[in-house]
Every structure is written in structure tokens, then in C-alpha cells.
């Protein structure tokens, strides 16, 4: 009996460390708003003004959109405890900055998480296998970097975290759309002029409900069991077309966008289905087991009534 | 042989004809959808999702003949239920079904040029035409139209919610299909009903 105890506490330890590993930080205080505010003066607004020491006068000039960030943003980001110059040059701290700072050298996230120990569960080593399998980087070599999708000046892990499917969907879509439905972006990469989304996905039913639901990932990636998130973006001719392979009870969407929600229901002695229910619908996957079991004997009665009643019919004719 | 009655008109017959022959493509790519497995698939889905919103839309339009027709004809006097002694009624016809007709008893409301049903059926055709038909066509057509849906329902996908109700209606659906398809075997002989709703003349007991 002891034994059967034993093996329950280390059932239930078990997942309270898989609880640890999962849930990510999102809640202490940044730890360098200060160091950052001088870099964050110019860098958070449109416009910035500079004395100019050879006029004498206060300038106000427009800034480069893509160096504009957002402060709330970046302090509710993963990278929120970092100065600016953790990542960038400090002779940024000096202006104008030297013409020569933008050949600097960017980290991708493999220069700081690689072989990290205290980021093992985010496999960031597989992450970056799967990337060089992946088209944007067979078909872009190192034009394409992990900043192309991922902000790191805002960035949130949240796929391990609890926000809604609706908003995990909404981010990750926006990251693909960013380039693919729009041409100007798109064009940092390819000279090529790409149809519009929804011309490419019209045979989907209801393009703009599945797009709302479900990301672009779920179809055009190949899924990795160790990682949360998909990074081998395949070719477009093996993207997922057939649909039951989300609308079955067995729905792939299980192993990719519900797989966070999967765990947390398991852990909750729930049911996956249960999950389902709350925030999404998939057809043929959201099966009710309760309405399935009542339907079957309501059927099942009112089959049972008819042959009951054809037997009498027979017998007393 | 009593004289025979013509109690099913000509645009009756051919709203019954659609309506059945749509609800059974409904029924059956219904329980596709519902029950889609990758190993096994009645109708493939992308095709199933395609006839299951052709025959809907039909239906629904079709559902359009029924209630002007009804309006228009005169044939929702049919459906009239006196709510006086409606209990006593059933338990009679229910009553009939049980053991009278196994006696050899006469039916205890016979049809006539006036009386097309009996309380039960005027019971369960007013339930499915009157309700669970129309929830079927407004939750069906907000199935067909999601954006119309409210999304969140206290926590809850408003489309899951609007999908459970019709699934669970279309479970009603199909026990009111089986139990009227029986029925109808109830005549003066087991085909007589099949041939009245096809030739519009009812052939009494």
C-alpha cells in the first residue's frame, strides 16, 4: 500500500516539474529600465530631437519606422531584463552614432540560448536543425534570420503561457503575414510578386475563419514532438491540404497549437475535448462524449421500440 | 375498400419529396462531418462540407414552400391542436399504437378530409416543423455565416455552442425520421402511406 502511495507523490511531482518547465516568467519587474531610457528617448517616439552642436539649435527629425519600439512592449517581452546594450554595440551610446555601427553583427537566438541549460526545454538546438531545414532558409541562406519573423524587442513566449488560442493564433499568423500578404516586405526577400492570400487559400470553406482559428504553421510545417512551435516551414506544394487531418477526432492540432492546452487539461484530470470546447470548434474534432453516448441510446431505444413493435405486429397478425 | 381521399396536393408533394431527399443528404454528411476519421471516411470531407451546405441552403428555401403553403392553402388548419383533452387524446392514440392496434381496433381518430393527422402526429410534426426545423436553419445558417456568431459566450465559443445545438436537434431529427419512416408503415397495408405522398391519394383503413 505504501508503495501505491509512493507512486502516486511521484506521479504528482513529476508534473509539477513539468508545471516549472513550462510556465515562463512574465511577471517580474524589468531589471534595466534606467540603462535603457536614453536609448528608449529617441527609439520610442516618431519624432526626436537632438541639440546640434554646429547650429546651436534644437533639431526635431523624423524617426526610421524600423527602429521605432514599443517601450510596453518590450518590458512585457522575454528580453525585457536586457539593456540595449546587451545585444547592440555600446558605442551606441554615443550620438550621432558611427555610420560604421550597422555592420554590426546581430545574434540570432542559437549565439545566446544555444547550449544553455537553463533554456533546455526550449530546444533551441532543434530549433535551429528544423530552420535549416525549413524553404526560408534552403531558399534565402543567411539573408534569413530568426529576427525576420521573431522581434526580439518584443517577444513573448506564448505558447507556453496562458493566453488564449485566439491570441497565440492572431500573433503567429501576423509573423507569416508581415511578409507574405505584404508585397513591400516580401520584397526583402524575393523579387518575385506573390497572389494575395486569400486567392492562394480559396479552397479552403470560409478562408478568413480558418485563418482566425487556426495558424499558418498548422499546414505548412513539419512537426518536431520535441518543440512547441514548428520551425521546418516546408515547400508549399507538402503543405496540409486534406482536411481530416485536423477535422478528426485525431486532429494534428492535438501535437501543435493545442498542445500546451492538451497538457494543462491532462494535468487537470480534464479531457482534451474539454479544452476544445471551451475556446474553439473544429468539426469532427470537438466530439462531446456525453451527446455521443445519449444519441446512441436514444437511436439505439428508438430502433429497439420499432423492432419491439414490428414483432407484434407479426405475431398477432 | 372506403373511397379514397386526395389529401396531399400536388406542391405539398413536391416540398415533402425535396425536403426528404435534402434531410437524408444532410443526415448522411452530417454524420460524416461529425464522425470524420482519417481511416474512414463516408464522403470525403471538402465534399461532404460542399453538399451538406447545398442541400441546407435547399432545405431552408424549401422550408420557405411549407410555411407559405401552409399560409396560402389552408393546410395549416391540419396542424391545429386543441389544447382541451390534448392528454386524453394522446394516451388514446398512444394507447392504440401499444395494444389496440394489435387487438385489431380501429384507429381512434381515422383520417378524413378534415382531420389529415391524429394528436400525436399534429404533436411531433408541429415540434419538428415548427421548432426543431427552424432551429436547424437559423443555427445551420449561423454555422454557414460564423462571422454572425458571437465569439465568446461567457468563456465558451459561441460556435461551439451554436454547433451543439445543432447536432443535438439533429439527433431528435433523426429518431423523428425513424420513428415517422415506421409509422407510415401503419396504414391500411405496410406500402399504402409511401404511395399516398407519392400519388397525393390516402387509402383509409
Redesign the interface.
Known sequence: MKIRYFLILIFLLSFSSLWAQLNVDMKSEPAKMEDNKRCFDCHSTHIYTFDNPVSGITERKEMNPNFVFNTDAFYSGVHRHFSCTDCHSPDYETFPHNAELRFEPMYSCIDCHGGDEAFASYHFETIEEEFGKSVHASKHNENFNCWMCHNPHSYKAMTRSDFKI?EIVSAHNQMCASCHDNPLHFQRISDSTKKPLEEIHK?L??F??HFSAVRCIECHTAVEDTMWVAHNILPKEMAVK????C????TMLISSLYKYQTIETRKNRGTFNSM??????V??A???IY?NI??II??GL??LG?AV??F??IK?K | MSEKLYLYPVWLRIWHAINALMFLVLLVTGVS??????DY?LIR??YA??YH?IAGIILAFNYLIFLFGNILTGNAVFYKLRRKGLVDKLLKQMNY?ISG????EHTPFPVTKKRKFNPLQKVAYLATMYMMIPVMIITGVALLF??MII?NVM???G??LT??LH??VS??L??FL??HL?FSTMGSSPTSNFKSIVNGYHEPH
Do not use: W
Open positions: 485566439s479552397f470553406p470560409n478568413k475563419l486534406k482536411c481530416v487531418e477535422h478528426s477526432s485525431s476544445l470546447l471551451n475556446e474553439t470548434y468539426i469532427g470537438n466530439r462531446n451527446l445519449f444519441s436514444l437511436f428508438s430502433l420499432v413493435h414490428v407484434f405486429r398477432k | 462531418l461529425q464522425y470524420s476519421n482519417p471516411q470531407f471538402d462540407v460542399t451546405n399504437y392496434t394489435f387487438k385489431g460564423p462571422e465569439m468563456n465558451l465559443s460556435i461551439y454547433a451543439l447536432g443535438i439527433i431528435f433523426l429518431i425513424v420513428i415506421y
